[in-house]
């Protein structure tokens, strides 16, 4: 399985007829199992990409081959979960085939066990960011795409998170797909960096970091952050970073 993507052009109009660039240029592609990291400016184009990646925008220029009749599970910028459900239904009508023993253990990782029954108002954010990552991957996707998934969380939490993503996608192969603001999340969870320039996007740098994901421990990750900012002082390079 395979996912190449070689988009051209995606531009909006508004409603006086104006046109709006948003991606330039934006090819790559990722094998099964391996997990793409894209970074760069707020209101660069990074949602609208991964909505047109995950099928949901078609009005496009280019061409996405997506990997055949795979499942996928998205994590959208918000949690976006069914108010009037409980946390337990919200995953379960996305996921209807998840046994009970793999729900178990997704609540237990994603320390949501004890709201089961909670309705989506009664969720702070960051446990309502949890609910979302829960239902995706209760789905079994062949295909994971997370949109900043831990944004505005406190420090503490989305480090835990990072970690249980990490957990979660060692443990099943599938194409992932991460949009991120915080270069540790980047380097502790990618095997491809990609950075993208302003809107209209392009992809600027594409950094491998072939260390595989287990050992990277603290030390690890603070020297392949320092790599990748030389690398990206002013050069373009596709060179393995770690
Ligand atoms: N449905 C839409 N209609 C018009 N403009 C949009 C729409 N969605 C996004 N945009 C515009 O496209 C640009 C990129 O948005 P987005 O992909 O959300 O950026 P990012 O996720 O990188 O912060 C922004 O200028 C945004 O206002
Ligand atoms: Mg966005």
Not at 228 to 234: K, P, V, Y
Request: overall charge negative.
């Amino acid at each position: 399985m395979q996912l190449e993507v070689d988009i051209t052009g995606k531009h909006f109009e508004n409603a006086a007829g104006e046109r709006h660039d948003v991606l330039a240029h934006i090819k790559f592609s990722l094998h099964a199992g391996e997990v793409g990291v894209f970074v760069g400016p707020s209101g660069c184009g990074k949602s609208t990409m991964l909505k047109i990646l995950a099928g949901l925008d078609r009005d496009y220029q280019g061409r996405v081959s997506h990997p055949a009749a795979g499942r996928l599970g998205m994590v959208f910028q918000e949690p976006r979960l069914l108010p009037w459900r409980s946390v337990e239904d919200n995953v379960r009508l996305a996921a209807p085939d998840v046994d009970e023993a793999r729900l178990a253990e997704l609540f237990a990782v994603l320390e949501l066990s004890a709201h089961r029954s909670h309705f989506p108002g009664e969720l702070s954010l960051g446990l309502a960011r949890r609910v979302a990552l829960a239902r995706a991957f209760a789905i079994e996707p062949d295909f994971l795409i997370l949109d900043e998934p831990l944004a505005s969380l406190d420090d503490a939490l989305a480090a835990r998170l990072r970690e249980e993503i990490a957990t979660l996608v060692g443990g099943r192969t599938m194409i992932t797909l991460l949009v991120t603001h915080n270069l540790d999340d980047a380097v502790r969870l990618g095997d491809r960096l990609f950075l993208m320039s302003a809107r209209p996007a392009r992809i600027v740098a594409e950094l491998p970091i072939s260390m595989p994901r287990s050992a990277r421990g603290v030390a690890e990750i603070t020297a392949i952050k320092a790599a990748i900012l030389r690398r990206t002082n002013g050069e373009r390079s596709e060179q393995d970073v770690s």
